[in-house]
């Protein structure tokens, strides 16, 4: 028997049906990526219908971000940040990033970068990069200054340190992005939504996030 709808389709349904179930609000794995998620494919597939969709899944986000949280990439407050910055950046909402941004920075400042022992993506050093690479690209464009005096020099002293000694290349690249920003220097950082998307996501059937579940397979068809 012909279905009504297509597999593209009954995904995007059931991802709109169910987003707001999600308990998390992070990137990864919570209602930040599917915001994204939905947000690309409402652009790409020009389906303004989601707006509202999307909209609403936004300010449950935005209305219960917890100081208390942790600051991880993956499920935290930096990838929250970070999506933020995507959205603000590809012109999907307006705002600015530096105010919405705000109590996640002072929460950053909070934190001893030298102390940092964790360099990956998810929990650690890697996470923060990224964040802040977007994070500082988008006050520049606005003309706005994010974090204190103190915290900057830290950063500079710090990431200059990770660029001479690192071994990972992505970091190396992202602490020399990240330096040249904050000394108000014009530097592309290049989101990549898709990067976040794991090979083997479309073999998970019952998640919805962006990284191993349903948000991701709906990127993956645009």
Request: net charge neutral; with cysteine; aromatic share 8%.
């Amino acid at each position: 028997m012909k279905t009504l709808f297509s597999q593209e389709e009954q995904m995007l349904h059931r991802l709109v049906l169910h987003a707001n179930d999600v308990p998390a609000r992070g990137l990864f794995y919570g209602q930040m990526g599917i915001v994204l998620s939905l947000s690309e494919y409402m652009r790409k597939r020009q389906l303004s219908v989601l707006k509202n969709a999307v909209n609403f899944l936004l300010d449950q986000v935005l209305g219960h971000l917890d100081r208390k949280a942790s600051l991880d990439f993956s499920d935290g407050l930096t990838g929250i940040g970070w999506g933020i910055e995507y959205l603000l950046q590809n012109k999907f909402q307006r705002g600015c990033g530096a105010e919405i941004c705000a109590e996640i920075d002072q929460k950053m400042m909070e934190r001893n970068l030298f102390r940092i022992s964790d360099m990956t993506l998810d929990s650690g050093l890697l996470g923060w990069l990224h964040y802040l690479a977007a994070h500082l690209q988008g006050a520049l464009k606005d003309g706005k200054e994010v974090f204190d005096s103190d915290y900057r020099q830290q950063c500079l002293e710090f990431l200059k340190r990770v660029e001479c000694s690192a071994d990972d290349g992505q970091a190396k690249h992202l602490s020399r992005t990240v330096c040249r920003l904050l000394e108000g220097r014009p530097e592309r950082y290049e989101f990549n939504l898709k990067g976040w998307v794991l090979p083997d996501a479309r073999k998970e059937q019952n998640l919805l996030g962006l990284r191993n579940g349903l948000a991701g397979r709906l990127l993956l068809f645009l």
